[in-house]
Nanobody, 124 residues
Framework: VQLQASGGGLVQAGGSLRLSCAAS????????MAWFRQAPGKEREFVAAIKRVWSGGNTYYADSVKGRFTISRDDAKNTVYLEMNSLKPEDTAVYYCAGQYGNDYNDNGSYKYWGQGTLVTVSS
């Protein structure tokens, strides 16, 4: 399975971006999918996750992004999205999409497949 993240860029504070994660090799419908991020000098942290459609498609968010970010999936397009609104300078990071067969949605180590990352820079 290969995951390809895209959509990052430079945006002013208060702006919006939509990240995409396209999968090849296997359908994303098989996985719990998530977004993580890593800011310079910091550890990778959980951002959002979405469970499989057949298990309810529940979504989960880090407190720091709740109400501003929305994760969604389009299994027909084999793609997962992260809609980011009201962006803040502290959202600046490399964003990674990831997929796992399990259910530990916010556990970095549980994800088997990772995309290459896309850089989001939010200017003040």
């Amino acid at each position: 399975v290969q995951l390809q993240a895209s959509g990052g860029g430079l945006v002013q504070a208060g702006g919006s971006l939509r990240l995409s994660c396209a999968a090849s090799g296997r359908t994303v419908g098989t996985f719990v999918m998530a977004w993580f991020r890593q800011a310079p000098g910091k550890e990778r942290e959980f951002v959002a996750a979405i469970k499989r459609v057949w298990s309810g498609g529940n979504t989960y968010y880090a407190d720091s992004v709740k109400g501003r970010f929305t994760i969604s999936r389009d299994d027909a397009k084999n793609t997962v999205y992260l809609e980011m609104n009201s962006l803040k300078p502290e959202d600046t990071a490399v964003y990674y999409c990831a997929g796992q067969y399990g259910n530990d949605y916010n556990d970095n180590g549980s994800y088997k497949y990772w995309g290459q990352g896309t850089l989001v820079t939010v200017s003040s």
